[in-house]
């Protein structure tokens, strides 16, 4: 069987009418990371449809009234319309946490970690992230951009207009730069959008074992200063945890990206707890995992626009009982986003929909929670709030139509994926599965 992602016909009206929206997932609004109770309005809108036009949102609406408009009668034969009978229409889902760049699955650490295996038994036998540090070094910038695009045509054909994509698995100045132009050169092929991140401190690599402040130093003052000049990445991300960079280190990378004109983001309390106040001082984008967040720091974040990102994902792949704990954050008014973390070690997964499934049977938030979080709240955490995570005149146009009559059933099939059209900047971007 063969999956394939047919091409847009470019020479095609440059309007487009969804019509017959069984339910529509507006998720209008302030264009602000939305909290507590305001998580769960999702602005529905029932017969609905949507014009788009010049890659934008147009119009919205109940349908009869939006066929009512008097442009649109005069010229509808010439638009080319996209039917969403018994169909649910919502904002492309916006993945604001992945690890594209890798070059092989991570099948001895699945294997080892089920058989009961340590991280250092895992290492032994060859697995880890030294194995995809190895692979991404050997591979060429082409094989990388090949395997982002694979990645990033699957996110697509289940619901995802929006990545965030991280570099991490070079640890070297050459690989580093490698790893986002791959990035960039997979987004150049890709009709959907791209954030690029530079994660050069993803772990200490190899050659500098006992040395991390060195690496650090060589991250401040090398790559970040490198991949700003040559704007290859939005932001800088570091991974704040035991084992890998300390809060010191963290706030140092933080203070050299702000330096050279870059947004900051962390992967912090994933395993164990750190305190955030450092971080937070250089109003990073989001802070991600959050598994392990004090009480403390909930209160801190509640005054914040930073959002913590939840990646759940990680956690049933680990086979972990515990997820992070989303009531809490949402119920002390922080906002959250959730993204799949895609990544070959801890969630090799470009499924937003498993994601929310996951979010609402782990981690109690509701359907409608769960899908402000990884629209809107998730558009806010990487900053594109003004032109997505709504559906609203005036925004990008990227929407994902779901082969379901009512939106919950996004969350509540699992494993099965019914998204059934894809429209990315106005254009349709149809898939079929051929034999
Ligand atoms: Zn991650």
């Known amino acids: 069987m063969r999956h394939k992602v047919k091409l847009p016909n470019r020479a095609s009206s440059p309007y487009l009418l969804l019509t017959n929206i069984s339910q529509l997932l507006t998720l209008r609004g302030e264009s602000a990371p939305r909290r507590g109770s305001a998580l769960n309005a999702v602005g529905i809108i029932e017969d609905a449809s949507v014009l788009c036009g010049g890659g934008k949102i147009v119009a919205v609406g109940r349908q009869r009234e939006v066929l009512r408009d008097e442009w649109l009668r005069k010229n509808r034969s010439k638009i080319h319309e996209l039917d969403c009978s018994g169909r649910v229409v919502l904002p492309g889902f916006i993945d604001c946490h992945t690890h594209p760049v890798f070059a092989e699955p991570r099948l001895i650490d699945f294997e080892k970690r089920i058989s009961g295996a340590s991280y250092e038994e895992i290492a032994a036998a060859g697995g880890g992230i030294r194995s995809s540090i190895a692979a991404v070094r050997a591979a060429s910038r082409k094989e990388l951009a090949d395997k982002v695009l694979a990645a990033l045509n699957a996110m697509l054909r289940q619901g995802t207009t929006t990545v965030e994509a991280k570099s991490g698995y070079g640890l070297s100045t050459e690989s580093e730069i490698k790893s986002l132009e791959a990035i960039r050169d997979a987004a150049n092929r890709w009709p959907g959008t791209v954030q690029s991140t530079l994660l050069a401190a993803h772990v200490v690599p190899p050659e500098f074992a006992g040395k991390a402040d060195q690496y650090v130093e060589k991250v401040c003052d090398e790559i970040i200063p ?190 099965w994926n019914r998204c059934a059209e894809m429209v990315a900047g106005g254009e349709v971007q149809s898939f079929a599965v051929d034999d």
């Not at 203070?255 to 990073?284: D, I």
């Not at 005054?303 to 989303?326: E, I, R």
């Open 226 to 415: 490198l991949a700003a000049r040559r704007k290859l990445a939005r932001y800088v991300d570091v991974f704040c945890e035991r084992g890998a960079f300390t809060l010191e280190q963290s706030e140092k990378i933080f203070a050299a990206a702000r330096r050279n004109g870059l947004g900051t983001r962390a992967h912090v309390c994933q395993f164990t707890s750190s305190r955030l106040a450092g971080l937070l001082a250089h109003h990073p984008a989001s802070l991600d995992h959050m598994d392990c967040v004090g009480e403390e720091d909930v209160a801190a974040l509640n005054g914040s626009d930073t959002v913590a990102v939840l990646l759940p994902g990680a956690n049933y792949f680990l086979g972990h009982k515990d997820y992070p704990g989303a009531r809490r954050l949402i119920d002390s008014g922080v906002a959250i986003a959730l993204a799949t973390d895609y990544n070959p070690g801890t969630s090799p997964t470009p499924s937003m929909a498993f994601v929310l499934s996951t979010a609402c049977t782990h981690m109690r938030m509701s359907p409608a929670e769960a899908i402000c979080a990884a629209t809107m709240n998730a558009a806010c955490a990487l900053g594109l709030q003004a032109q997505k995570g709504t559906i609203e005149p005036g925004k990008d146009a990227d929407l994902a139509v779901f082969d379901v009559r009512d939106y919950r059933e996004i969350a509540y099939w699992f494993a």
